[in-house]
């Protein structure tokens, strides 16, 4: 049995529960951040914990624990649910709000799930992918919010496509749960800084690339990103990923790219640096 | 006690429970709809039903009863808590999705509040609104995604300002819980037709208006609707409030238009009128 951590205390995934006054049910109103395990240690948890702060801060959430005392339960529920290779996603909602409609003191909700990383072959055969213009409500904040994300997948899965990229006056944001990068000229990587949440993958990204290349944030259109020599896109639950055709329009020579692969690399050592550091 | 109906049973408000799985709590996803009772009676129940199964259909979340059991519901639940005039509200979550991103079999909640009208002073007074360019995500959709109206309450209350109402390009939509209309040129009513939520207020408005002033759905502009001889919103909870002053521009002279009043009395009428009706 799996355990789920909620505002004190744990309970079995089948008793843990929020009220029906929670702001989340009424206004859809509420914070989380999601990070992976791998051999029961959680990587990179600092960076998600200022983002998940951050947010709440952003929403006028009130996180009624310590920093402190959030990481031991985390650290608590990795112990008690023995999933090494996993996702942890932490929330805050809205609260208990007797008005429906002013946020007050979060509910926190500490949920793990087992995580399965992208296979060699997915990596290989790479994204295909449509684009839509929509933009986040608070693009900075991790919210709640995926109701454009999770209402496009079935256009996705009858078109047969892996993903949607946002886009916003003609400008590349990112995807509904991943940051996006391109390579152009050959030797540059960029990626949008506007209106996009600061992917902790993203950041690492930053950290590793100039090594490789040079590393800028700029605004990106809808036809140079078609027109690159690489794209692909980073997250926590699928780390890098190739894109390799966007409306239809191949990429480069429609095959993962060369930097992509690098990059994968780095990030996979980095992964396991991390790793050791516990 | 006031009891909350949750799938199949009632509970006492406090043991009122959703899980945490719910597509709701994970990714604000989920639909709902509001009417009000007067002497125990609900006003214009089919309207509010059919927009209800509306919005779960275009969201593509299952409704696991049927119409009919769902009034038998709001009925059953009018009678135990026993609150002539109130707000019942019911919701269908995206469910117990086991990816955490597609849409199941929904969860019902059917909850109920004591809802006071606005006073006859609040009327008199008018609204101070700001306006705020923003379009929800799909706009003829009444989902639970209030994040941008809920995160903007607190820039209002600094402004002491009533509410704000949305804008996209240039042209205005909707506020964030209530429907917009002007009156123009002394003898038109006019209100926004794209990017809104057909209101049931709005509705009947439509239905009783045009025996005082021709009525018609148009594009109008921030700077039409500043100009306007008259512009009130409508709403359940708030029937029909003139707005006096919008960005700092004065309304007509500052005070409720004659027009607005004469729909209101005329609105109040076919509330009554449809409590008879029981």
Redesign the interface.
């Known amino acids: 049995m799996k355990y789920?951590f909620?505002n004190d205390d744990f309970f079995e995934?089948?008793k843990?529960?929020?009220?029906?006054?929670?702001?989340?049910?009424?206004?859809?109103?509420?914070v989380f951040d999601f990070f992976k395990t791998r051999n029961n240690k959680p990587l990179f948890l600092e960076d998600y914990l200022d983002r998940f702060f951050n947010s709440a801060n952003e929403?006028?959430i009130t996180i009624p624990i310590s920093r402190a005392q959030l990481k031991e339960n985390i650290f608590k529920l990795i112990e008690k649910n023995n999933i090494p290779e996993s996702g942890i996603?932490i929330?805050a909602?809205?609260g208990y709000s007797p008005d429906?409609?002013?946020?007050v003191q979060g509910n926190i909700?500490i949920?793990q799930?087992l995580l399965v990383q992208p296979s060699q072959e997915k990596f290989d055969a790479g994204l295909r992918i449509a684009t839509h213009e929509?933009m986040r409500?608070?693009p900075s904040v991790k919210?709640?919010?995926?109701?454009?994300?999770?209402?496009l997948?079935?256009q996705l899965r009858e078109k047969q496509l892996d993903d949607v990229l946002y886009f916003k006056n003609n400008i590349i944001t990112e995807f509904p749960r991943s940051n996006v990068f391109m390579v152009t000229g050959g030797t540059k990587l960029l990626t949008p800084g506007k209106n996009v949440l600061a992917g902790v993958t993203r950041k690492k990204i930053f950290a590793f690339a100039p090594g490789l290349l040079p590393t800028s944030i700029a605004d990106i259109s809808l036809n140079e990103l078609k027109s690159a020599d690489e794209v692909f896109m980073t997250s926590t639950t699928r780390r890098i990923l190739p894109v390799v055709e966007i409306d239809g329009v191949k990429i480069g020579n429609g095959k993962p790219g060369k930097i992509t692969g690098e990059l994968y690399r780095i990030f996979v050592e980095a992964e396991e640096k991390e790793m050791r550091m516990y």
Request: aromatic fraction near 16%.
């Open positions: 789920v909620v995934e089948n843990a529960f929020i009220r029906t006054s929670d702001l989340a049910l009424q206004r859809g109103y509420g929403m006028f996603r929330t909602t809205g429906g409609y002013s946020p909700i949920q799930q929509y409500d608070l919210s709640i919010n995926y109701i454009m994300g999770v209402w997948q079935k």
